[in-house]
């Protein structure tokens, strides 16, 4: 990573905020950016060179502004998610079509803005999840945007090569986003620990890891990492 740019999308999620921190930690200079770039400050002194900036994955317009602003880049992650979660039954449009916005249509229009920005050994990285291999009642339309993740990324992989494309698709991680749990949320670690493989709940440090992977290794391309301690298989 070391004189690389990056770009993470996204970047309230605890997930998004460790791969910028490791990244910077590694030597990239990073751009953290969301739709309140007021929000995305805090990361540690030590993470070196970031910067925030703003864009909605929803507002083309502001994908444009975001490429002109940025400039050249080496990496883009894309972590954003607007989970549509509910009975399929009561579901909204609006609410279907900001799921996608996250993490499909948004994508692609990052790719089509900034692809031409981006050094050819450079990499692009989205963010599936768990629920699309393993579905549940409530969760139809999260499933489905995630699913269409993994589809995306290899057509992305061959038009924009030899920039190269991949994805990563955590299972149930302690990145914040259960903490609205409340005691729900020790209950729910509990109950994934004794279930899958690796005996534990994952850490935002291990998304990190298969992240910066993704983004480095020359050789992997139009790839979905599952990194779920096995959850797909039980």
């Known amino acids: 990573m070391q004189g690389k ?6 970047g309230r999620s605890g997930i998004a905020r460790q791969i910028a921190t490791d990244a910077a930690e590694a030597g990239a200079t990073v751009v953290l950016a969301g739709r309140d770039p007021s929000a995305l400050a805090g990361l540690p002194a030590s993470a070196g060179q970031v910067s925030t ?25 894309s972590s954003a998610a607007s989970p ?9 449009r609006d609410d279907v079509l900001r799921a996608f916005d996250a993490k499909v249509f948004g994508p692609l229009l990052l790719a089509k803005h900034l ?10 990285l989205l963010l599936a999840g768990i629920v699309a291999w393993r579905p549940s009642a409530g969760k139809t339309v999260t499933a489905a945007a995630n699913g269409a993740v993994s589809f995306l990324v290899p057509a992305l992989a061959v038009e924009l090569a030899p920039i190269r494309v991949n994805a990563i698709s955590p299972g149930i991680v302690d990145s914040g986003a259960w903490d609205g749990l409340g005691a729900g949320k020790e209950q729910l670690f509990a109950k ?5 493989p690796a005996g534990r709940v994952g ?24 990194v779920e301690g096995g959850a797909r298989w039980v």
């Open 5 to 10: 740019t990056l770009l993470v999308v996204g």
């Open 53 to 77: 900036a703003r864009v909605d994955l929803g507002d083309e317009e502001s994908i444009r502004q975001l490429a002109e602003g940025i400039g050249a880049v080496d990496y883009v992650v």
């Open 84 to 92: 549509a979660n509910g009975p399929v039954t009561a579901v909204e």
């Open 115 to 124: 692809a031409p920005r981006m050094a050819p050994d450079g990499a692009m």
């Open 192 to 196: 994934t620990a004794a279930k899958v």
């Open 203 to 226: 850490q935002t440090a291990d998304i990190s890891a298969a992240a910066l992977l993704a983004l480095t290794n020359p050789f992997l391309t139009g790839e979905t990492l599952h």
